[in-house]
């Protein structure tokens, strides 16, 4: 009762840091010259693709833990943030393009963060079917694990794409990038923080409903063998 209040009050905080975050971001943020009030699709687009990053670091993170010692609640944290992950790279993606529809004219033009971006996502698309591919619980957490290791290449990939090849992708505090005024920096940083927290109660939320089902399958599993 108690964890349940917490979480409560959690939540509620996150979710009155995010709408001050986006009415930051809304009303009191500064339009940008060049894309007027589009720009504010950047107050989204950036905390989403941070949270993607997030979520695939702790996803490869708890892979390696779980190829380490065995532990299937390494497997559950694991998959559990690779789903958060996708999720988030799918915002990314979509907010991506209305970005590029603002900036270039095109929602798509197979820039180098956007393709490596789009990589990085099918990837992890691939984890979830390898995943549902593999009946053997213990033989699909450990081939899982292994192909999340090899998988997360595609995330400093996609980091550093418009360092590695030529690239429209504005960057920040450079010469012909976005141009941040002070006050669209706090907008920005307050969205940062609005995303994670939210971040941080779905993920734990996420994890509770993927060790309710494990607990589930496995109770069924004995059942069906009692049975036989």
């Known amino acids: 009762m108690d964890l349940k209040f917490r979480d409560d009050i959690f939540l509620g905080f996150a979710v009155i840091v995010s709408a001050l975050a986006i009415y930051f971001g809304l009303y009191i943020a500064p339009a940008k010259v060049e894309l007027g009030e589009l720009v504010r699709v950047f107050y989204l687009h950036l905390p989403q693709a941070i949270i993607c990053y997030l979520s695939l670091v702790i996803s490869v993170i708890t892979a390696i833990l779980f190829l380490v010692k065995k532990d299937p609640k390494y497997d559950a944290l694991s998959e559990t943030a690779a789903l958060l992950g996708l999720v988030y790279g799918a915002t990314t993606l979509l907010s991506g393009s209305i970005w590029a529809n603002a900036a270039w004219g095109v929602y798509w033009n197979w820039d180098p963060r956007e393709t490596t971006t789009l ?5 992890y ?3 979830f079917f390898l995943r549902m591919s593999v009946e053997n619980p213990e033989r699909r957490a450990s081939v899982s694990a292994a192909y999340n290791v090899l998988s997360f290449l595609t ?8 360092i590695l090849w030529p690239s429209l992708h504005p960057r920040l505090g450079t010469e012909g990038g976005l141009g941040l005024t002070g006050t669209m920096v706090q907008a920005l940083l307050l969205n940062i923080l609005g995303a994670l927290l939210v971040f941080i109660w779905i993920f734990r939320k996420a994890y509770g409903v993927r060790l309710r089902r494990d607990e589930f399958e496995r109770l069924l599993s004995e059942e069906m063998r009692d049975a036989s």
């Open 119 to 123: 990589i990085l996502w099918l990837a």
């Open 125 to 127: 698309v691939g984890y």
């Open 155 to 162: 995330v400093p990939l996609s980091y550093m794409s418009f």
